[in-house]
């Protein structure tokens, strides 16, 4: 049984997350982790003091308890799978914090999250939720759009760095989300100068099996700019990051404008970690 970790704040794209997530496991057998993570500072002393215990315990634990519950019951309602049980945590924590003491105590296979994309001209890609999860949290995460509507993933983008390295337990990783078949595998090696690419295709032979792929190295071009090429030039389901260290994803995401990344919120992202 997989124990899979949902992080929701009941907006919108963590609701399509979570639907996604539901799908795609459907022949699975799965423990759901609904996870609500209620930010402590938000609520001030005068808050505490001011506030009746009623008002307080409503405000503070009854209502995203209630939703939660709701939120539970729908998704039992809507799938109807036996296969899938869901139960409910609310925590009260620095966010990352939560989610790692979360993952230790129920033995996480998996964190789920959904992020809003491209919402203003003057913003990053993701929110700070979403990238504190890629740096801090080193179990696999998948990563949803908002508006992404679910399809099974087919067509996998694998971008890798020049210190990557293809091996069984990263390409069994993506095997245990995508299934063991029928993948057709975009992988782009994405060097300062060009490399010898014979040991990458010895690798890929091996370790994809009966699985289709297609090969290209890219030398001397920024990582954001030849992703969000191939992004806006071939139709892709699901990217596959394999972190390394954090320099590679900070070369691809940290403090971009937006008009770099249009095209990289657009379809779901699975980080990986060493």
């Known amino acids: 049984m997989k124990n899979i970790l949902l992080l929701t704040d009941f907006s919108k794209s963590s609701k399509n997350a979570i639907h996604y997530a539901a799908k795609l496991f459907e022949n699975e057998t799965i423990n759901f982790h609904l996870v609500y993570i209620h930010k402590a500072s938000a609520f001030t002393t005068a808050d505490l003091m001011t506030s009746g215990n009623a008002n307080l315990y409503a ?42 003491q979360l993952i230790v105590l129920h033995n996480i296979n998996l964190v789920v999250m959904g992020t809003n994309g491209v919402t203003g001209a003057d913003e990053v890609v993701f929110g700070s939720h979403t990238l ?88 001397n ?25 954090i320099s590679f994803l900070e070369r691809l995401f940290s403090g971009s404008p937006i008009t770099k990344h249009s095209k990289i919120a657009s379809v779901p992202l699975f980080i990986l970690h060493d």
Request: hydrophobic share 35%; glycine share 2%.
């Open 59 to 100: 405000s503070i634990v009854k209502s995203p308890k209630e939703d939660l519950e709701d939120l539970s019951k729908q998704l039992q309602s809507v799938y109807k799978n036996p296969k899938h049980t869901y139960t409910e945590h609310i925590d009260y924590d620095v966010f990352t914090d939560a989610v790692n």
């Open 132 to 219: 504190n999860v890629i740096r801090k949290v080193e179990r696999p995460t998948l990563i949803i759009p908002k508006y992404f509507e679910f399809s099974k993933p087919k067509a996998i983008l694998l971008p890798l760095d020049e210190k990557d390295e293809l091996n069984k337990k990263r390409i069994d990783q993506i095997f245990s989300l995508v299934g063991k078949t029928n993948g057709n595998y975009h992988v782009l090696r994405i060097t300062e100068t060009a490399i010898d690419e014979t040991e990458d295709v010895t690798s890929l032979e091996k370790l994809l099996e009966d699985n289709s792929y297609s090969y290209n190295q890219v030398s």
């Open 221 to 245: 071009v920024p990582m954001d700019q030849v992703v969000d090429t191939y992004l806006q030039t071939n139709s892709i389901d699901l990217e596959v990051f394999i972190i390394q260290k």
